[in-house]
């Protein structure tokens, strides 16, 4: 299995809602990460994952929180968001936060804050 | 601080011609650089990726890429282009002292025309 699975494909959500994103992988890999793509952009990276400790925070703002459950498991839980946090929110994964392995992606969720 | 330059935005080809997408890179100590692409609403995927030794890497897809350490570049190519190739590209750096994050180019946005 060398698949990054991420649910939901689409969320469409209001200000004042609360969710969460769902992103599984079953590769043993010990590094999970999150990135925000926005359309025709480059990804960037929001937070990493490492033996599912928090080990980078990309200054990202509060009403993003991330949570790392076990070491398969990585979520996002999204709170009182604002229409320019819509976006591709992308998971990935790789054997190692160090080193030069590669990193495997998800689809994304895509994500629309009304 | 690291960074990764495509200088552009599209490439067109024609099918069965050559391809070549450049990227430029900028990090101190020695780089590890990547290739990914990404179809419409996917995740990304790796293609190729450069640590050491030969300065040309053979990738997915029939891809390869050439690292020359003195012009800093790893451009992407493809001797005979298909129009399924057609896809964002984008080049990618990860180095020690950058704390190991995978910083990405702008992308590339490749359309090859049958």
């Known amino acids: 299995d060398t698949e990054v699975t991420q649910t939901p494909k689409h969320l469409v959500m209001g200000m004042t809602n609360k969710k969460s994103l769902k992103c599984e992988q079953h590769?043993?890999?010990?590094?999970m990460y999150w990135y925000k793509q926005k359309a025709k952009k480059p990804p960037e990276l929001m937070f990493v994952y490492s033996y599912e400790k928090l080990s980078i925070n990309e200054s990202v703002p509060s009403r993003f929180s991330p949570e790392c459950p076990n070491s398969s498991l990585l979520n996002l839980h999204l709170h009182a968001l604002q229409p320019e946090d819509s976006a591709l929110y992308l998971c990935?994964?790789?054997?190692?936060?160090?080193?030069?392995?590669?990193?495997?992606f998800g689809s994304g969720t895509q994500l629309s804050v009304l | 601080a690291q960074s990764v330059a495509q200088p552009e935005d599209q490439v067109n080809v024609a099918e069965g011609n050559p391809l070549t997408v450049k990227c430029t890179y900028s990090v101190s100590g020695n780089p590890y650089l990547f290739w990914y692409v990404q179809y419409p609403n996917r995740g990304l995927q790796f293609l190729l990726k450069y640590i050491t030794g030969d300065n040309l890497v053979k990738g997915s897809y029939g891809f390869e890429a050439e690292f020359n350490k003195s012009q800093t570049s790893f451009h992407l190519k493809k001797p005979s282009a298909l129009v399924s190739d057609s896809a964002l590209y984008f080049c990618?750096?990860?180095?020690?002292?950058?704390?190991?994050?995978?910083?990405f180019g702008a992308g590339t946005r490749l359309f090859v025309k049958a």
């Open positions: 990935a994964s790789s054997q190692e936060v160090t080193g030069n392995e590669k990193l495997f």
């Open positions: 590769m043993g890999h010990r590094a």
């Open positions: 990618a750096v990860r180095a020690p002292r950058g704390g190991f994050k995978t910083i």
